[in-house]
Nanobody
Framework: QVQLVESGGGLVQAGGSLRLSCAAS????????MGWFRQAPGKEREFVAN????????SYADSVKGRFTISRDNAKNTVYLQMNSLKPEDTAVYYC????????????WGQGTQVTVSS
């Protein structure tokens, strides 16, 4: 079955960096778009970034553009989210997602990893 397992979350001070990883299994990773969403306490889940199957197209939420970078390694079935210049408002549970394309709604979600940014 499809499995998406996130790792790399934690507690970091404002201005710091974290790199999230998502290890995928149970499907042909290299043909799917992958992405990241997040959900802060008391807020709705929101899109963060996604990447096309061949890495030739990426998209970002305006709130993270210029600070976050999504990438993938199809040989390792892994997608990454490099997060720099973190802000307290980036505090959330971050979810890895799978989609048929970068414009499609995700059809699989990971369990999430907590990111906490202290001021």
């Amino acid at each position: 079955q499809v499995q998406l397992v996130e790792s790399g979350g934690g507690l970091v001070q404002a201005g710091g960096s974290l790199r999230l990883s998502c290890a995928a299994s149970g499907f042909t990773f290299s043909v799917y778009a992958m992405g990241w969403f997040r959900q802060a306490p008391g807020k709705e889940r929101e899109f963060v970034a996604n990447i096309r199957w061949d890495s030739l197209s990426t998209s970002y939420a305006d709130s993270v553009k210029g600070r976050f970078t999504i990438s993938r390694d199809n040989a390792k079935n892994t997608v990454y989210l490099q997060m720099n210049s973190l802000k307290p408002e980036d505090t959330a549970v971050y979810y890895c997602t799978r989609s048929r394309s970068t414009t499609a709604t995700p059809d699989s979600w990971g369990q999430g990893t907590q990111v906490t940014v202290s001021s």
